[in-house]
């Protein structure tokens, strides 16, 4: 079956720091791969996606790059937030053409950055 | 562009109890999902529609879970009768027109008790 794995948290960091998340999966078929994030009393945010191997998603200085190979997806950010601290979800989905298909999702990982 | 909107953002019950939660999608996403959020956990699907047409409902608890989308714009989702372990955070989502992204609402928290 199709499934994703993240890193287990809490991670703690400090401002400025460099931030990874691991992430891999588990899929039949080709997947379209997703970061989402949930700051504190909000819902899901679609943070970046890559929809094929070797595409890189980015966003506000989030990155992240489809690796085949290792079937992996790993979330990085060079230099942390104080308001970047949230749960972070990585998610696959699979279909024909990975549209309109539900979104599978790891646990998440909580992320705090401290002044 | 408005988000995809849901109520109410809280609910108390009492187990055996019966609950609805409403969901309105983005303008002209035609597919809409329900899923439900367990604490510490990740999202897992309930139910997809595509317009008003049931997708897939196969992680749906039939027996007390049911779900429409009658005029294929916004959907309910009820409980009856709620169990302890259906507290949970029920999340709504629409994907955009290319299929590929989700957009989802701030969720509604069912606690029951």
């Known amino acids: 079956g199709n499934s994703v794995t993240q890193m287990e948290g809490p991670v703690t960091l400090s401002e400025e720091a460099f931030l990874t998340i691991n992430c891999t999966y588990t899929?039949?078929?080709?997947?379209?791969l997703f970061w989402y994030v949930q700051y504190p009393g909000e819902g899901l945010q679609l943070l970046l996606k890559a929809t094929k191997a070797d595409d890189k998603g980015s966003n506000k200085g989030f990155e992240a790059t489809y690796r085949k190979e290792t079937t992996s997806f790993h979330l990085e950010k060079g230099s942390v937030q104080v308001s970047d601290s949230a749960v972070y979800f990585c998610?696959?989905?699979?279909?024909?053409?990975?549209?309109?298909?539900?979104?599978?999702f790891g646990k998440g990982t909580r992320l705090s950055v401290i002044a | 562009e408005a988000g995809v909107a849901q109520s109410p953002r809280y609910k108390i019950i009492e187990k055996r109890q019966s609950v609805a939660f409403w969901c309105n999608p983005i303008?002209?996403?035609?597919?809409l999902y329900w899923y439900q959020q367990i604490l510490g956990q990740g999202p897992k699907l309930l139910i997809q529609f595509q317009n008003n047409g049931v997708v897939d409902d196969s992680q749906l608890p039939k027996d007390r879970f049911s779900a429409e989308r009658l005029k294929g714009v916004d959907s309910t989702l009820k409980i009856q009768p709620a169990k302890l372990e259906d507290s949970a955070v029920y999340l709504c989502?629409?994907?955009?027109?290319?299929?590929?992204?989700?957009?989802f609402g701030p969720g509604t928290r069912l606690t029951v008790t």
């Open positions: 899929a039949t078929g080709y997947p379209s």
């Open positions: 989502a629409s994907s955009s027109p290319d299929g590929v992204s989700q957009y």
């Open positions: 303008s002209g996403h035609a597919t």
């Open positions: 998610a696959l989905s699979v279909g024909p053409f990975s549209g309109n298909t539900p979104l599978v």
